[in-house]
C-alpha cells in the first residue's frame, strides 16, 4: 500500500478549516471510504501526491484538463499573462480571441458571453432564456447536472416529471417552484408556460449516458412548437467530443450553450452563447442582467485560448479511437471477472459491466444482468447501489490509478492519455477488480 501519510494529515487539517475538508464535494472519498490524497503537482496524464506517490489520473480535474496537466503551451500562456497584469475591469484583446475562437468552432453560436464557471454559464444562460420568452418554467433532466445555483438543483434523485421539490437543503421551494424535472432520453410534453429546455445532450454526470435515438432531434421539435427555448449545457462536452462539442457530434443546433471546463485551459471559466437575437436581450443591450468583476479574466483567456489552438479534428479522431478499443477491452476484463466470481446483486441477479463510451468519453456502471444499457437516472442508480464501483476505486487507486471518487462521475482520458497509459489501465484493471471482487 502506497504511504499516503502526509494527504492524511492535510485532510485531518483540512476538516478543522473547510467544511468537510474540500471545497466541492465531488472530491470527498465519502461514497468510497478513506480521505482524499492532495495533489502536490501533474504533469501530462499523472498527478503526483503530497507523499510523493505517482497517480495515472483519470480525473483531470474533471474534464478541465483536456491537454494533460501543466501542459507547456498552457503554462507559457498563463506565465505570459500574469505578467502582464491579472485583471483589469476594462476589456481586454484575449476575450475578443476566445469568443472568435469558440464561435468559430461551434456552427450556430454566433455570440458568446465570458463567465468564470459553469454554474454562472447555466443561471445566465436560463435568465436569458426567461428574459427572451417572458416565461418563467424550464424544463430539466433527473440525473443532468447544472451548476449548484438554486434553480437548477432539483432532479438529482426523481425518476419521474415532478413539479420540481428542492434537492438540496437551503433551496427554498419557491426558487425551484418554476422548475421541471423530467426523465432523460424522453421527449417531455411541453406547452407555452415553457421557457426553456435545459439538457446535458450526452450526459456524463449519472456516469455516461448518451441520448437515445430521436431524445435530441424530439427536444428541438418540441421546444419549437411551443416556441420554447433549447439550451445544451456543454460545459463538459464542448470541446471534448470534438470541435464542435455535442451539438457537432448529435447534428441538433439548440439556441443556447453553456460552456465552461475545457475552454478555461484549468483556471475559472464559462461561457454562454447562441443566436444574436436571443442574446440582444443582455446589458447594456437588453434588459436582463447578468455581470461579474473578473469575467473574462486574462489569464483564464489566456489559457483557453492555448488549449483550443492544440486542438484539431486529428488529436480529437485519435484520442476517441484509443478510448473506443481500450473501453472495449476493460469491459470484457471487467466482465471475465464478474462471470468468474459469480457476483450477484442483493435480489440475486448476476453483475455486468458496461463501459459506454462517447467521443474520448468513458463511463463504468456495474449493472444488474438483463437491465440493458444504462438510459436515465433510474439505471445509472441502480448500478450504483451494486456497491462495486466504490470497491473498485480503492483497489485501482491502491495500484496508482486515479479515477473519480464517486459512481456518478465518468473518466476524462487526455490528449496525453496514450497506447502505454491505457494498456497499463488495463493490467491494473485486471488484478483490481480481482481484489475487488474477493473483498
Ligand atoms: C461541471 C458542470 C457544471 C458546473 O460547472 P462549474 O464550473 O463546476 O460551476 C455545469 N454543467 C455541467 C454539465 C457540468 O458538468
Given at each position: ?101 469558440i464561435?468559430a468552432r461551434v456552427e450556430g453560436c ?91 445532450a450526452v ?13 435530441l ?15 445544451f449545457?456543454e460545459?463538459?462536452t464542448g470541446f471534448r467530443l470534438g470541435e464542435g462539442g455535442a451539438s457537432g457530434w448529435s447534428g441538433v443546433r439548440p439556441?443556447?450553450w ?53 486542438l484539431?479534428t486529428?488529436?480529437y479522431a ?40 462517447v467521443g ?80
Amino acid at each position: 500500500m502506497a504511504d499516503r501519510t502526509r494527504s492524511a494529515e492535510l485532510f485531518e487539517r483540512a476538516c478543522q478549516v473547510i467544511p468537510g475538508g474540500v471545497n466541492s464535494p465531488v472530491r470527498s472519498f465519502r461514497s468510497v471510504g478513506g480521505h482524499p490524497y492532495f495533489v502536490a503537482r501533474g504533469e501530462g496524464a499523472y498527478v503526483w501526491d503530497a507523499d510523493g506517490n505517482r497517480l495515472l489520473d483519470f480525473v483531470q480535474s474533471y474534464g478541465a484538463s483536456i491537454l494533460g496537466h501543466a501542459h507547456p503551451a498552457v503554462v507559457r500562456a498563463v506565465g505570459d499573462a500574469a505578467a502582464r497584469g491579472t485583471t483589469f475591469g476594462a476589456p481586454t484583446e484575449g476575450e475578443v480571441l476566445l469568443a472568435e475562437a469558440i464561435c468559430a468552432r461551434v456552427e450556430g453560436c454566433d455570440q458568446v458571453r465570458l463567465v468564470s464557471s459553469g454554474t454562472e454559464a447555466a443561471m445566465s444562460a436560463i435568465r436569458v432564456a426567461r428574459g427572451f420568452t417572458g416565461r418563467s418554467r424550464i424544463v430539466k433532466f433527473a440525473g443532468c447536472y447544472h451548476g449548484h445555483s438554486d434553480g437548477l438543483l432539483a432532479g438529482g434523485g426523481s425518476g419521474v416529471a415532478t413539479l420540481g421539490l428542492p434537492d438540496s437543503a437551503g433551496v427554498p421551494a419557491q426558487a425551484v417552484a418554476d422548475t421541471v424535472v423530467a426523465p432523460y432520453n424522453l421527449v417531455p410534453d411541453l406547452d407555452d408556460r415553457v421557457a426553456c429546455v435545459i439538457v446535458e445532450a450526452v450526459a456524463a454526470n449519472m456516469g455516461l449516458v448518451p441520448p437515445v435515438d430521436g431524445f435530441l432531434e424530439g427536444l428541438r421539435v418540441a421546444c419549437d412548437a411551443v416556441g420554447a427555448l433549447l439550451v445544451f449545457d456543454e460545459v463538459i462536452t464542448g470541446f471534448r467530443l470534438g470541435e464542435g462539442g455535442a451539438s457537432g457530434w448529435s447534428g441538433v443546433r439548440p439556441d443556447l450553450w453553456c460552456f465552461g471546463k475545457v475552454i478555461g485551459g484549468g483556471l475559472p471559466v464559462g461561457a454562454f452563447g447562441g443566436r444574436a437575437d436571443v442574446l440582444s436581450v443582455l446589458a447594456p443591450s437588453g434588459a436582463v442582467y447578468q455581470a461579474g468583476t473578473l469575467s473574462g479574466n486574462p489569464l483564464a483567456t489566456a489559457a483557453g485560448l492555448a488549449v483550443l489552438h492544440e486542438l484539431d479534428t486529428g488529436s480529437y479522431a485519435a484520442l476517441s479511437a484509443r478510448v473506443a478499443s481500450f473501453a472495449a477491452s476493460l469491459q470484457d476484463v471487467l466482465n471475465g471477472a464478474l462471470a468468474t466470481a459469480g457476483r450477484v446483486d442483493d435480489r440475486g441477479r448476476p453483475l455486468v459491466a458496461l463501459v459506454p463510451v462517447v467521443g474520448p468519453l468513458f463511463g463504468l456502471f456495474f449493472a444488474p444482468m438483463g437491465s440493458g444499457p444504462v438510459r436515465d437516472y433510474g439505471g445509472a442508480v441502480a448500478s450504483a447501489d451494486t456497491g462495486v464501483y466504490a470497491a473498485f476505486f480503492r483497489a485501482m487507486l491502491a495500484r496508482g490509478v486515479a479515477l473519480a471518487p464517486g459512481p456518478y462521475e465518468v473518466a476524462f482520458p487526455s490528449m496525453a492519455h496514450g497506447e502505454p497509459e491505457l494498456e497499463h489501465t488495463l493490467d491494473v484493471a485486471s488484478e483490481a477488480i480481482a481484489d475487488a471482487l474477493a473483498g
